[in-house]
Every structure is written in C-alpha cells, then in structure tokens.
C-alpha cells in the first residue's frame, strides 16, 4: 500500500464548509478514495488534520493517525477514544505513535513523521514561508511526488463573528421584557460545542458550507431543543462547572459584548436565555462576590462564586451570577424563561429551527 498525507497550514478558529481549503481537502480525499491502494496519514488537534481523517473514514480510505505518546495501554486508550470522537472506522485505522507528549514537541514531530512516511504529498493551503512549506521543498528534493492539483491560496485573514452594534437600533421594550431576570449570554464556539463529539461537528460543518455551525445564535438553537444550559469549567474557580448570568438590563450589555482578541472570541454575544431570578436564587444561583488582588479569596463551597476584579477591566461590571451545573430549563415554568435573539429574522429563524415552548424577543428593530 502507497502512504499519503494531505498538507494544511493552521487555518482560522472558525471553520466553515465554504472555506477553500476545505473544499480542497475534501476534493483531494476523493481523489483518494478512488485510488483504493492508498493509506492516508492523518492526526488530531487541529481541524487542518482531523477533518482529512473524518472524510476518508466515511470513504472507506485506510487510514494511519500520527498520535503523541507511545504504543502501551494509555497509548492505545487515548487511540480508541479518538477513533470514537472522530466517528472512524476501527478496522480501517490504525496508530502511529511519534513518542512525543508534550504539545509543542509533538506537533513538530507530527508534521516531519508524516511527510517521511508518505510515499505522495497532497498540499492544499500551506502558508508561504511556514513550517510545512520548509518540509515540502525537502519532500520534494528527496524524491517524493509532491501532487498539487488540489492547491488553494492560504489566507491570512479568515472568518470570524463580527457584529456593527452602531448601525442596529435597540428594541425600545428589551429592558422592560427582560425585567427582574437574569440572562445568561451565549458565544461562537470555536469547534464542538460542550459534550458534543468531534465527529457532530464536522459533519454539520459539511452539511452546511455556507453557515459557521457553532455560532451564537445556533448555541442557543441549541439549549432551547435541548432545553438545558450546559455548564463551563472554563476560567472558572476550583475547576468547578458554572452557568452564569448577568444581572444587567439586556439593552446595557450591549456594551460589553467586545471582541477579545487574546481569546479570539467575544466575551459574549447578542443571544441570550433570560431567567426570572427568583426561581434561579431557588436554584441555588448567587452574586459573584470580586475581590480585589490584595484580598484574601474565599473559599470552601463560597469558592465558585468569587472573581477577581481584574488587572485590566473591572469584572464587576458585568454583575455576575453564578449556579453549579448544568441548568435545565425543562423544570421551570414556561413563563420563568424568555429567550432573546439578535434580531427579528433571527427570532424567525431560531422559531422555526427548534419550535422552543418559551417566548422570543429581539434585542434590536
């Protein structure tokens, strides 16, 4: 059997289907899938490499994922929970373990270890100048058949959300609709969502090019068909799983949802689950209590519901709120429960995506 890699540079954090470079690996696995005596070598952590893999397994390609670690129990442990998450084939994958397990050692040996071992390159979208564009020219002048037909121009600049709040006109009644709640606001995720498997992820991302699958306003498509508020870990105290909330009329956290260029995302975005607090105090949800750097944390159960006030930006402002675990909705009266979408077409289309049992506002005319 002849050895294949298909070749992407990292690409941006929001993936879609349209993107060319998907397109392009999606046309060079069918290629493959053609071919019927080639092994495509694959591997994990960005979707540059788990989306090749995902695509040949559905096309019955053999397949060898480069993984870190070695070949011992944990190894193939940590294989067979891949193979599960990623939808593959058990009998048509195997593991190639680079020895590596740090991030950083691991993904250079990845890049290096699967263009020696394959017999035929298939770059798609390389940046010019990078890691991959080096090992390319070696791959070439060693011999190896650098296959370009399926080559697309690597973008600098990719999609992401973005929201111009200047030229929106805020609903005059959101304040008082979303009165005496509090409203937990959603965000793009930048691949699978919370609980959900790797292989969920592609295959929307697949099944609807023109769309970013995990945006904000299908989060919150989500919670409503699911009627459950998944809690986060995340930055959270204690590692302990939290939903939170802001006690902030809708109409002025406008102001905070500010794109977070460190975290390559929005703090939150204009899609919301507005709760009444009473029946969320009933629930066990409470104020976040700031202190300052020079203050003592509490701690003990009183831990998941502290923050610090922030070196840069005072945290406070958001007036938080905090409860442990996930919420689910499907316990609370129907009137307890408001959802706030960004505006009227995306309350038609969030209607008639999930037919939720609670109302819908919008948050801008």
């Known amino acids: ?38 092994v495509l070598l694959a591997s994990v952590g960005l979707p540059s490499w788990e989306l090749p893999a995902c695509l040949a397994s559905s096309r019955k390609v053999e397949l ?15 294989f067979l929970s891949v193979v599960e998450a990623l939808g593959l084939d058990p009998s048509r994958t195997r593991p190639v373990f680079t020895g590596e397990n740090s991030p950083g050692s691991f993904l250079s040996a990845r890049d290096r270890l699967a263009i020696e071992l394959a017999d035929t390159v298939y770059p798609v979208s390389t940046r010019p100048g990078g890691r991959l564009e080096s090992l390319l020219s070696e791959a070439a002048a060693s011999g190896k058949d650098v296959h370009r037909d399926f080559v697309v121009r690597w973008q600098r600049k990719h999609w992401r959300p973005f929201y111009d709040f200047s030229k929106l006109t805020l609903n005059p009644r959101i304040n008082e609709l979303t009165r005496d709640r509090l409203t937990h606001w959603t965000h793009s ?109 509490p701690a003990g159960p009183d831990l998941p519901f502290t923050q610090g006030e922030g070196k840069t930006a005072a945290w406070s402002r958001e007036e938080e709120w905090r409860t442990k675990g996930d919420l689910d909705l499907a316990g609370l009266d129907a009137e307890s429960v408001l959802l706030v979408a960004c505006t009227r077409e995306d309350t038609a289309y969030i209607n008639s995506k999930c037919r939720p049992p609670w109302s819908i506002v919008h948050l801008f005319e």
Not at 276 to 295: D, I, M, N, Q, W
């Open 64 to 78: 060898a994922l480069i993984l870190p670690g070695s070949d011992s129990g944990a190894g193939n442990r940590y």
């Open 1 to 38: 059997m002849n050895t294949a890699v298909i070749l992407n540079s990292a690409q941006g954090k929001y993936v879609r289907g349209a993107d060319s470079w998907v397109q392009g690996t999606l046309r060079a696995v069918e290629h493959l899938a053609k071919r019927r005596d080639t």
């Open 189 to 297: 995720w930048q691949g699978p969502w919370p609980g959900e498997q790797s292989r969920e992820f592609y295959r929307d991302l697949l099944a609807h090019p023109e769309t970013y699958v995990r945006s904000a306003g299908e989060s919150m498509a989500r919670i409503a068909a699911e009627k459950l508020i998944r809690a986060s870990s995340w930055k959270m105290p204690g590692g302990e799983p939290t939903v939170g909330f802001t006690a902030l009329p809708a109409g002025r956290c406008i102001e905070l949802m500010t794109w977070r260029r460190s975290l390559a995302r929005y703090s939150f975005e204009p899609f919301g689950v507005a709760v009444r607090t009473a029946e969320l105090v009933r629930l066990g949800c409470r104020p976040v209590k700031y202190f300052t750097e020079g203050s003592t944390r």
